[in-house]
């Protein structure tokens, strides 16, 4: 039986290897003709398969290490977020922002540029100093940054070569407060999204899109170090007990709610790393768009409400900060992202996506590892070093040993 992705709905083509030193890595590559990397596996799309070999960094054994001047901590790649926590946490460090689950991959999330949420912090890999890899062309390299090539590096989609290590910026542990907020109306949200996504230090908004009017929820978190009061969201109240985003759901998978300040990584993501997190058995789709077209493409997915529901487990709204990374989404601008995770009916939301797709302004980006039909052509008609990236793909994997179906469709 062929291996699959986390959600099940790809099944990968080729055989999977997992190194356990860096040298074996290295011949491994050195002896195939198209390999691809696998991280955790949260790709919805092909991103991540190879008609050659897919290669797993799990099994290097390599830990995590501190910088002797505690701003930084080096990072196999392999290695998820939820299990890079523990070495923080005794070294009473963090990380500025978190995804939504602990479960990801580090080197995965920030090749496909994934983030958290929050109006000042950008995405996940806004917070890489540096990285490690083994090129196509089978030499290894480091890219710090500022460094030339280095923001075409860090979201590479794993076009580059093989992401063994990264650097990551660290600052003093600190507290979160988590509260969650229900039953806003959209037209209070909108005209006030600024105030709204600012209530907290991260912000999301949570809807099934089965009423056009109401949101859900709206999950606050804040800093307990900023001093802030607990603010009134968008006249929404609180919730009387801890929720899941997905009514019906048990919470019980979900990290601490109800303002009681606690650790940051017990707050910032959505899912606790011992539990499954949200569905499991789910399609999905994101789109990131500049701050200024949020609020008209809300307005279009509030018009196809009713088709959009009977697909879809929920709906959230995140915030990014603008990055100078070329392939980000957030790329450019301060940057809203719209994800849908869907019940898995792939050729009724195959349906569905393309008047989704419509309806978006022409600056949304789809998420690398999700699952779009927007025209590869047009994806990359808005990533404005696109060009540049095309170049330095040729430079650091000539023999296109890092390139597979999906990406050539892109013109890699």
Avoid at 115 to 143: C, K, N, Y
Avoid at 246 to 275: E, K, M, N, Y
Avoid at 356 to 381: C, D, F, M, Q, Y
Wanted: proline residues 7%; hydrophobic residues 40%.
């Amino acid at each position: 039986m062929r291996e699959t992705n986390w959600a099940g709905n790809v099944a990968y083509r080729a055989r999977v290897v997992a190194p356990r030193t860096i040298d074996e890595l290295a011949e491994t590559i050195a002896g195939a003709d198209r390999v691809r990397m696998l991280g955790s596996r949260h790709s919805f799309n092909r991103l991540a398969d190879s008609d050659g070999l897919l290669i797993s960094l799990a099994a290097l054994a390599d830990e995590p290490v501190v910088s002797h001047d505690r701003t930084s901590v080096r990072v196999p790649a392999g290695l998820r977020y939820g299990d890079l926590v523990p070495t923080l946490e005794a070294e009473g460090l963090a990380l500025a922002n978190l995804a939504s689950l602990p479960h990801i991959s580090v080197g995965g999330a920030v090749q496909t540029g994934t983030h958290g949420s929050g109006d000042a912090i950008g995405t996940l890999a806004t917070q890489v100093r540096a990285l490690e890899l083994i090129a196509g062309s089978g030499e290894r390299m480091r890219f710090s940054r500022g460094e030339e090539g280095f923001a075409g590096a860090v979201v590479a989609l794993g076009a580059l070569g093989a992401v063994t290590h990264l650097e990551i910026d660290v600052e003093p542990a600190y507290e979160v407060a988590q509260t969650v907020y229900e039953d806003a109306a959209w037209d209070a949200i909108l005209s006030d999204l600024d105030g709204v996504t600012s209530a907290g230090d991260s912000v999301s908004l949570f809807t099934t899109w089965r009423s056009a009017q109401r949101v859900d929820q709206i999950w606050v978190k804040r800093r307990a170090d900023r001093g802030r009061p607990a603010p009134a969201v968008a006249g929404a109240s609180r919730a009387a007990g801890k929720r899941h985003p997905i009514p019906g759901i048990s919470p019980d998978p979900c990290t601490s709610q109800g303002g009681v300040p606690g650790p940051w990584f017990d707050r910032l993501p959505h899912f606790r790393l011992a539990f499954t997190p949200s569905v499991g058995a789910e399609l999905q789709s994101e789109y990131l768009m500049p701050r200024d077209d949020a609020p008209a493409a809300i307005e279009a997915l509030r018009g196809l409400a009713d088709r959009i529901s009977p697909l879809l487990f929920v709906c959230e709204v995140r915030t990014m900060a603008a990055d100078d990374l070329w392939l980000s989404g957030a790329y450019g601008s301060a940057t809203v992202g719209l994800h849908f995770t869907w019940h898995p009916d792939e050729p009724a939301v195959a349906r569905l996506l393309p008047e989704i797709e419509a309806a978006l302004p022409s600056t949304a980006r789809p998420h690398w590892g999700k699952i779009s039909w927007v025209e590869p052509r047009e994806i990359t008609r808005r990533y404005p070093r696109w060009r540049d990236f095309t170049d330095l793909r040729a430079r650091f994997d000539p023999d296109r040993r890092f390139v597979n179906d999906h990406l050539t469709r892109f013109g890699l």
